[in-house]
């Protein structure tokens, strides 16, 4: 007997790409969502444009304004206590849970994308830093193998993901968030459970919140009106800012 047929409405399949866009920073915190571009890019009328950004307002990753039309919501301090514990409880479990399901092919690829991370920091490659740090942390979830823990996970980021994957960060938030990376790969490799889910925990409630308060602070201060998507910086010098998860 064949399996029945899914079948997706347009608008669902825009929901990804789009949510995707605004986790690389393509669409950034507090900017308009430009809807004919979209429709444009997708080969689409607006109307399934409109009704997939309903359900990424419904989210909360963006807002619906009246007149104004969709934009990139801000992240705010309320929220900052509200979804940041969350988050580190997600990344705790899914710790645990690695090092219970953890292969040695899969310790042998978080080392490698690990190894390739601290090769883009001594780079100053803040893209594909950026890049391979998000990988890391969607690792741990893909190797606990829960389906469920991992679809909250990429809610949450998706919502966060600014202050996290994003915005420019102190030299000295990024050497730690370093640091503490370094400490979550040999956690994993000594398959040590209880270890490695600590340093996740701290890892999002120490560094990411801090980075995260930092960011709204500078823009109740008007110093910086949104969070700029990274780009590369010159060769054979660190850099004063950077980026880090």
């Given at each position: 007997?064949?399996?029945?047929?899914?079948?997706?409405?347009l608008?669902?399949?825009?929901?990804?790409?789009l949510?995707?866009?605004?986790?690389?920073?393509?669409?950034?915190?507090g900017?308009?969502?430009?809807?004919?571009?979209?429709?444009?890019?997708?080969?689409?009328?607006?109307?399934?444009?409109?009704?997939?950004?309903?359900v990424?307002?419904?989210e909360?990753?963006?807002?619906?304004?009246?007149?104004?039309?969709?934009?990139?919501?801000?992240?705010?301090?309320?929220?900052?206590?509200e979804?940041f514990?969350?988050?580190?409880?997600?990344e705790?479990?899914?710790?645990?849970?690695?090092?219970?399901?953890?292969?040695?092919?899969?310790?042998?690829?978080?080392?490698?994308?690990?190894?390739?991370?601290?090769?883009?920091?001594?780079?100053?490659?803040?893209?594909?830093?950026?890049?391979?740090?998000?990988?890391?942390?969607?690792?741990?979830?893909?190797?606990?193998?829960?389906?469920?823990?991992?679809?909250?996970?990429?809610?949450?980021l998706?919502?966060?993901?600014?202050?996290?994957?994003?915005?420019?960060?102190?030299?000295?938030?990024?050497?730690?968030?370093?640091a503490?990376?370094?400490?979550?790969?040999?956690?994993?490799?000594?398959?040590?459970?209880?270890?490695?889910?600590?340093?996740?925990?701290?890892?999002?409630?120490?560094?990411?919140?801090?980075?995260?308060?930092?960011?709204?602070?500078?823009?109740?201060?008007?110093?910086?009106?949104?969070?700029?998507?990274?780009?590369?910086?010159?060769?054979?010098?660190?850099?004063?800012?950077?980026?880090?998860?």
């Amino acid at each position: 007997m064949s399996s029945p047929i899914v079948r997706h409405s347009l608008h669902e399949s825009l929901v990804a790409p789009l949510r995707e866009m605004i986790l690389q920073g393509e669409l950034r915190p507090g900017e308009k969502v430009p809807e004919e571009q979209l429709c444009e890019r997708f080969g689409v009328s607006r109307t399934p444009i409109r009704e997939a950004l309903k359900v990424l307002a419904a989210e909360g990753v963006l807002q619906i304004l009246p007149h104004r039309g969709a934009i990139v919501a801000r992240i705010t301090e309320e929220q900052i206590e509200e979804l940041f514990p969350i988050m580190a409880s997600l990344e705790r479990l899914a710790g645990l849970l690695a090092c219970q399901n953890a292969t040695d092919a899969d310790v042998a690829r978080m080392r490698a994308l690990h190894e390739r991370m601290i090769a883009c920091y001594e780079a100053d490659d803040e893209v594909e830093y950026l890049r391979h740090n998000r990988l890391i942390h969607e690792g741990f979830f893909t190797i606990a193998g829960n389906a469920t823990l991992s679809a909250f996970y990429q809610q949450i980021l998706t919502r966060i993901h600014a202050c996290r994957f994003v915005v420019r960060k102190s030299r000295e938030h990024w050497q730690a968030a370093v640091a503490e990376h370094a400490q979550m790969i040999e956690a994993l490799e000594a398959r040590d459970a209880p270890r490695l889910a600590t340093i996740l925990e701290t890892h999002v409630t120490g560094t990411t919140v801090g980075i995260a308060r930092a960011f709204v602070g500078r823009l109740k201060a008007g110093g910086e009106a949104q969070a700029e998507p990274a780009r590369p910086k010159p060769r054979g010098r660190k850099p004063t800012a950077a980026l880090t998860g």
